[in-house]
């Protein structure tokens, strides 16, 4: 039964005749191991007897389509001429042969089993074509044999780029075969495009024909040809011929004869097919396998079959139980003990994933967990962490593109905060090698290029420890970096560790930096120290790489920690060794940088894993922070008579500075939109200010989840950005603060920006509001008497 609801198109737009003022250009498609190339090549040989100028294009990596063309001659195939010459060099003649009949043949080629993207091979393929003129000359036909029964991706290539005018496609009456008949329809339904005709290439079934002429009817087709399953075509073959020279008067020749005269003629509708529904395939199937059993299954077709075809299948009435069908009558029954047995031992079943079964397991990221907008990718994000082993090189198996963002953002990383005039040591990365795929490693897969990049990276430049991050560019191409690796039999002292990230395919950026945390901690990390609290060593965790003053924050903590004699042994992952790695449990405590998702996964990890003992607060930010931070760290190592002297030298510097801004900033009011809902120091320090903390508006991040503010103010979480315009205008602070400066600025507010993350220590408001002071010391009426309307538009946009 055809829905016609799905058809949506007129039947006038739905049917065409053919164009026969150019070129018709027909794409095969059906099940792999139809006999696609075999029909092909005997339906091209036809219309060549008939004095037609035919193009047979073979679309399969196999390379064997136009064979029995060449009495047997094996082509070289584009892709495979691509390898030794560039487009600009090849010649026409070195991818075309000429056949039986006339008929020019060519082999698109593609990669081996199992590597790199056929797909793409045909795209390349195509494009050549194009290039050299070949779709301009006079041909009256031309094929596209493809490869199997696939309609998506660089198969779909002669469909989706109009190459193709229509479709024949090859079946026989197997289910599989019907089915994948069924499927390429919807594929060429969703590509508006338009289907000749089925072609039916026997396999000796009962009633056969009649079921495909069925099918045709049902998708609004028609049956082109049934060609009888016979050794003709065995013999044929094995003699290196189409059927069409080796034995033109056989009948079945005759059909192809007659076949290729119904093309030449235009006896044929172009239409756009109606796939089957589901139901309806299966009751069309099921109707003919009641006629194959000669009435052992009455008959039963549409809703009523439907209904009761599991009934049947388990002993229904009409159903005569283990009669010749092998079936186990006493199916029911055990399945019915089986699930008894499941659920005797579900309360002490542990689920295992196909994830947990990996021995890393894997923590995912708070973007990938809620199934939000991914960030940014995870190829950039390990990279981030990879090349801070000042031992280590990474090797991004990637386009070059890849490698050239990720070096860009790191570099500039440096510029982020400049308004503080802090600068990250020099981050133009020397600890970076690419392979740089290309178009035909995307094709034939990037194994070798991979493997001639590790041998540079041993040979030439002389590195031991070597890290691989992969792209999605590799990931779609199947490349296995395990085997590729294995296969070069290093010495013993090369160590490679591969870190399968796979771009966006694999997540976003945070997701990269979780699986580098992971895969190097479970790899390097030496289990068997035993920390010793007297040597007064800390971990730092999860330093943000990124931001341009990470290195001066580090400075903070390390003059902080000095103060009682305390000493950081790694920090991971930020300007360390594989050493400093190694030795990581030789800390008697590590001190996460944040609360962020990222960190709280961590610290549940290295816990479980490795006993790891952690600080049970973040690295501080702001005044109040600090000094319940620097308390607690005394405590812990016994530096208590350390710390009143050194509290106090900061609490007097603190309470001096906020004195002098409460001059010029108390009564003012400010306004807040911020992705990092940890906003404690910058909080309390405009309270010690005495200013007017309007509203927080926490737009969702990235990163970490929503935590909750200890403050009595108004506070907005998931707020919608596009109404802060609004909001600003209505509120009317004298400062806005936000992460990025917005592009709508509201007149007579002031603009600032703060770091997503803020520096350390006891100052880290402090830093920020000395900016503010600045601001309204400003004399708008001298010096900038004219320009006062333009200064508060642009202030802070450079």
């Known amino acids: 039964m055809k829905d016609e609801t799905n058809n949506e198109k007129t039947e006038k737009e739905r049917i065409a005749k053919p164009d026969r003022d150019n070129k018709f250009q027909i794409g095969i498609y059906g099940k792999g191991g139809i006999g696609k190339s075999t029909i092909t090549a005997n339906l091209s040989a036809s219309l060549g007897e008939l004095g037609?100028?035919?193009?047979?294009?073979?679309?399969?990596?196999?390379?064997?389509?136009?064979?029995?063309?060449?009495?047997?001659?094996?082509?070289?195939?584009?892709?495979?001429?691509?390898?030794?010459?560039?487009?600009?060099?090849?010649?026409?003649?070195?991818?075309?042969?000429?056949?039986?009949?006339?008929?020019?043949?060519?082999?698109?080629?593609?990669?081996?089993?199992?590597?790199?993207?056929?797909?793409?091979?045909?795209?390349?393929?195509?494009?050549?074509?194009?290039?050299?003129?070949?779709?301009?000359?006079?041909?009256?036909?031309?094929?596209?044999?493809?490869?199997?029964?696939?309609?998506?991706?660089?198969?779909?290539?002669?469909?989706?780029?109009?190459?193709?005018?229509?479709?024949?496609?090859?079946?026989?009456?197997?289910?599989?075969?019907?089915?994948?008949?069924?499927?390429?329809?919807?594929?060429?339904?969703?590509?508006?495009?338009?289907?000749?005709?089925?072609?039916?290439?026997?396999?000796?079934?009962?009633?056969?024909?009649?079921?495909?002429?069925?099918?045709?009817?049902?998708?609004?087709?028609?049956?082109?040809?049934?060609?009888?399953?016979?050794?003709?075509?065995?013999?044929?073959?094995?003699?290196?011929?189409?059927?069409?020279?080796?034995?033109?008067e056989n009948k079945i020749s005759r059909i192809f004869l007659n076949l290729a005269e119904k093309l030449a003629n235009n006896d044929f509708t172009l239409k756009k097919p109606i796939p089957m529904e589901e139901k309806d395939f299966e009751s069309l199937n099921y109707k003919y396998l009641d006629m194959d059993c000669e009435g052992e299954l009455k008959n039963h077709d549409g809703e009523d079959f439907l209904k009761n075809r599991n009934d049947n299948a388990f002993g229904g009435e009409n159903y005569d139980k283990g009669k010749e069908y092998n079936i186990d009558t006493d199916k029911e029954e055990k399945i019915i003990q089986l699930k008894k047995t499941s659920y005797n031992v579900k309360k002490n079943f542990k689920f295992i994933s196909l994830m947990d079964k990996n021995p890393l397991g894997r923590i995912y990221s708070k973007s990938l967990k809620n199934r939000e907008t991914l960030h940014g990718c995870s190829l950039a994000g390990a990279f981030s962490l990879t090349t801070q082993i000042a031992d280590g090189i990474s090797i991004m198996h990637a386009p070059p593109g890849c490698g050239y963002i990720s070096s860009c953002g790191y570099s500039n990383a440096a510029l982020i905060e400049k308004i503080y005039d802090t600068l990250n040591y020099p981050s133009l990365n020397t600890r970076l090698m690419l392979t740089n795929i290309r178009e035909e490693d995307v094709i034939f897969g990037g194994k070798e290029i991979l493997q001639d990049c590790i041998k540079r990276a041993v040979s030439v430049y002389g590195w031991k420890n070597i890290f691989i991050i992969t792209s999605c560019a590799s990931a779609i191409i199947g490349d296995n970096i395990e085997n590729a690796v294995s296969e070069l039999k290093l010495n013993d002292n090369i160590d490679i560790t591969v870190i399968d990230t796979q771009g966006v395919i694999g997540g976003d950026y945070y997701q990269g930096m979780i699986d580098v945390y992971r895969t190097i901690a479970k790899k390097y990390i030496n289990t068997k120290i035993i920390p010793e609290k007297e040597d007064c060593l800390v971990n730092i965790l999860n330093e943000k790489t990124m931001l341009g003053d990470a290195d001066y924050n580090y400075l903070i903590i390390e003059k902080l920690l000095a103060s009682f004699g305390i000493k950081v042994n790694c920090r991971y992952i930020r300007n360390t060794t594989l050493d400093e790695i190694r030795n990581f449990k030789k800390a008697a405590i590590t001190l996460p940088y944040d609360d962020g998702f990222i960190s709280h996964a961590l610290v549940d990890f290295l816990r479980e894993e490795y006993d790891i003992e952690i600080f049970g607060k973040k690295l501080p930010s702001g005044f109040y922070e600090t000094y319940d931070w620097l308390t607690m760290a005394a405590g812990y190592f016994g530096k208590d008579k350390l710390l009143k002297k050194l509290l106090d030298k900061y609490r007097i510097r603190y309470e001096q500075i906020v004195e002098e801004q409460r001059k010029t900033l108390s009564g003012k009011s400010i306004l807040i939109f911020s992705y990092n809902s940890n906003l404690d120091w910058i909080v309390k320090t405009i309270k010690d200010l005495g200013m007017k903390l309007e509203k927080i508006c926490f737009v969702r991040s990235a990163e970490n989840e929503d935590m909750p503010l200890d403050c009595d103010v108004d506070v907005e979480y998931g707020f919608n950005e596009s109404e802060r315009y609004s909001l600003i205008e209505k509120l009317k602070p004298d400062i806005v603060l936000a992460h990025i400066n917005p592009v709508n600025v509201v007149e007579g507010v002031h603009y600032d920006t703060m770091p997503y993350y803020p520096k350390l220590g006891f100052f880290s408001g402090l830093e920020l509001s000395k900016k503010w002071v600045q601001i309204f010391s400003i004399d708008f009426d001298e010096g900038w008497r004219n320009e006062k309307k333009l200064f508060g538009e642009l202030q802070f946009k450079s």
């Open 52 to 248: 037609k100028k035919v193009l047979q294009i073979g679309c399969d990596p196999k390379s064997d389509s136009t064979k029995l063309l060449l009495n047997g001659k094996k082509q070289q195939t584009i892709l495979d001429i691509l390898k030794e010459k560039s487009v600009e060099d090849i010649k026409i003649e070195d991818f075309i042969d000429v056949g039986y009949g006339g008929v020019y043949c060519t082999e698109a080629g593609g990669p081996k089993a199992g590597v790199g993207c056929a797909g793409r091979g045909i795209i390349t393929m195509v494009e050549v074509l194009k290039n050299k003129g070949i779709f301009d000359f006079d041909f009256d036909y031309i094929f596209y044999d493809i490869l199997g029964d696939v309609v998506c991706g660089g198969f779909s290539v002669p469909l989706r780029e109009g190459f193709a005018d229509g479709v024949i496609i090859v079946t026989s009456g197997e289910f599989q075969s019907l089915y994948a008949a069924n499927n390429i329809c919807k594929g060429i339904s969703n590509l508006n495009g338009k289907l000749i005709g089925i072609i039916g290439n026997s396999r000796n079934i009962n009633n056969e024909e009649e079921l495909i002429r069925e099918f045709c009817d049902e998708i609004g087709s028609e049956l082109l040809a049934f060609i009888p399953n016979d050794r003709i075509f065995r013999q044929s073959e094995v003699n290196r011929k189409t059927l069409i020279e080796h034995n033109p």
